[in-house]
């Protein structure tokens, strides 16, 4: 496996229990619709949230957040249309970013709630 696919896979795990930790419930991980996918879906205060998490070993070259570009987050609502009407989900719902800088020196985590809205 690719050097980054494996820091990415460390950096949900890492999301995984950072959410655990602050009690939400996870309903999803790496949750597909053909060539869409959401890494997390968690629910917390009778919310649904859809997560993308953004790992990276360095700041050097940006945050990881930064990669999370329109086209990401349109992909991202466009899973959640799909999702929502599959489950007929009635729940408010919320898109987050986990970004991540993690190595061997250091494992910080930056949770941004509400990170953009949905169009629909």
Same mark, same amino acid.
């Given at each position: 496996?690719?050097?980054?696919?494996?820091?990415?896979?460390?950096?949900?795990?890492?999301?995984?229990?950072?959410?655990?930790?602050?009690?939400?419930?996870?309903?999803?991980?790496?949750?597909?619709?053909?060539?869409?996918?959401?890494?997390?879906?968690?629910?917390?205060?009778?919310?649904?949230? @859809?997560?993308?998490?953004?790992?990276?070993?360095?700041?050097?070259?940006?945050?990881?957040?930064?990669?999370?570009?329109?086209?990401?987050?349109?992909?991202?609502?466009?899973?959640?249309?799909?999702?929502?009407?599959?489950?007929?989900?009635?729940?408010?719902?919320?898109?987050?970013?986990?970004?991540?800088?993690?190595?061997?020196?250091?494992?910080?985590?930056?949770?941004?709630?509400?990170? @953009?809205?949905?169009?629909?």
């Amino acid at each position: 496996m690719a050097q980054h696919f494996e820091l990415g896979k460390q950096g949900e795990k890492v999301a995984l229990q950072y959410l655990l930790s602050k009690g939400y419930i996870i309903h999803h991980k790496n949750w597909r619709c053909g060539k869409i996918e959401i890494d997390l879906i968690a629910e917390k205060e009778e919310r649904i949230v @859809f997560i993308e998490v953004k790992t990276r070993s360095t700041d050097l070259y940006g945050q990881p957040e930064e990669a999370v570009d329109d086209k990401k987050e349109q992909q991202l609502i466009n899973g959640a249309q799909i999702f929502a009407e599959k489950h007929r989900l009635e729940e408010e719902i919320r898109f987050d970013i986990i970004s991540i800088i993690l190595n061997k020196d250091e494992v910080r985590i930056n949770h941004i709630e509400e990170a @953009f809205t949905d169009t629909w």
